[in-house]
């Protein structure tokens, strides 16, 4: 085969042998012009393809405030490694309650395939638009959402946690950490799932030690750290020394006050132990963004919509402290030396208890549990 260039060359020889034999030396200039002007159309600028668009899964995500270094920068996370590793399409919406239907709209609009909200507040207008887009794939962190004959809808991934189960086991590291046999819980909001976290830590810490005397508040946000700080010193006042905050960024506040008081913390959702080093004992993960990293991949390589119900527990190592979790342990190395001793002794205890729980000897209640 002879290309573009070779043929130009051709035609160009034989135009100067022709215009040598007749005299025309200003005419072979012209030529050689033309031509070197047709071997340019041939280059790399002009005729290089345009790049072809990533062929990934197309996914939205619907968020909230991010920045609580707890739950909603964890959904992120997972999206974020999804993106890195699975090639998908991805988008992210940073949003205030009252836009997030308009958010799962606009990502409709935009042809993404799978879109993906975040919490138990999001799940009727997750299911509206689940219902009416049945080729697209929803999942929702928190929630369980049925048709109203109760069936599961088949395009959507329902990604819920064993809260409770989590709870019990830091509230039994903190049962048996108390130094004055008092300790406290602080919620955001009011609702059946920070409940959950509440009655797992109480029923965790009386397993320790039955004689534990229990302080709770509620702040009624997740995004009001002065609240999270006010509740905590309260409970501090009355005698408590380790507080278990449940509620995004709210329980920033609870840590500050703990840290400023002398007394201790447990973080939740993320990994939190590295907010205030030495004050933090642990923290109960609860891996938001192993499912939705996973909610994703599933999606992915399914090709298709699908209906599913993933649950994490004790027994996935979907939820507990840290030291059971990812294995890390900063009080170990931050906090005084007294408890610090107790770590190793005590994270093996907690794996104890936590067998217990996976094989039923202990049953934690579930305040959401239906019957």
């Not at 996914?59 to 090639?87: E, H, P, Q, T």
């Not at 109760?150 to 039994?172: A, R």
């Not at 990293?293 to 209906?307: L, N, Q």
Request: charged fraction near 20%; aromatic fraction near 6%; hydrophobic fraction near 45%.
């Amino acid at each position: 085969m002879i290309t573009n260039k070779k043929k130009s060359s051709l035609i160009l020889l034989s135009l100067m042998l022709i215009l040598s034999a007749c005299g025309g030396s200003d005419a072979t200039e012209e030529v050689v012009e033309v031509v070197a002007e047709e071997e340019s159309l041939d280059s790399p600028a002009t005729t290089a393809a345009p790049a072809a668009e990533p062929d990934g899964l197309k996914v939205g995500i619907v968020l909230g405030a991010l920045g609580d270094l707890s739950f909603m920068d964890s959904a992120k996370r997972g999206y974020d490694k999804a993106v890195a590793d699975l090639g998908i399409q991805g988008d992210y919406v940073e949003t205030e309650p009252s836009e997030r239907a308009a958010a799962i709209q606009n990502f409709l609009a935009d042809g993404k395939e799978m879109i993906i909200t975040v919490g138990f507040s999001e799940a009727e207008i997750t299911k509206e638009a689940a219902i009416a887009n049945p080729d697209v794939q929803f999942a929702i962190v928190d929630m369980v959402i049925t048709a109203d004959n109760g069936d599961l809808l088949p395009n959507v991934s329902n990604l819920i946690f064993k809260e409770h189960e989590g709870s019990f086991e830091v509230g039994y590291i903190a049962g048996k950490l108390s130094k004055t046999g008092h300790v406290a819980f602080m919620g955001g909001m009011d609702v059946p799932i920070i409940r959950k976290f509440q009655t797992g830590w109480e029923e965790g810490a009386k397993y320790a030690n039955p004689d534990i005397k229990l302080c709770d508040g509620y702040a009624g946000s997740w995004g009001d750290p002065a609240k999270g700080k006010e509740i905590a010193l309260s409970c501090f006042e009355q005698g408590a020394d380790i507080i278990f905050a449940a509620g995004g960024s709210t329980g920033n506040g609870a840590y500050e006050a703990a840290a400023e008081t002398g007394n201790f913390a447990i973080g939740v959702d993320s990994n939190q132990d590295f907010m205030q080093p030495g004050t933090m004992i642990t923290s109960m993960m609860k891996n938001v963004d192993f499912a939705v990293y996973s909610a994703i991949k599933d999606r992915s390589d399914a090709g298709m919509v699908i209906s599913t119900i993933a649950s994490y527990g004790s027994a996935e190592n979907g939820v507990g402290p840290t030291w059971l979790v990812d294995g890390s342990s900063l009080f170990a190395d931050e906090g005084p030396a007294d408890m610090a001793a107790q770590v190793a002794a005590l994270t093996e205890e907690v794996k104890e208890v936590r067998a217990k729980i996976v094989s039923g000897e202990i049953v934690v209640t579930d305040v959401t549990a239906g019957g």
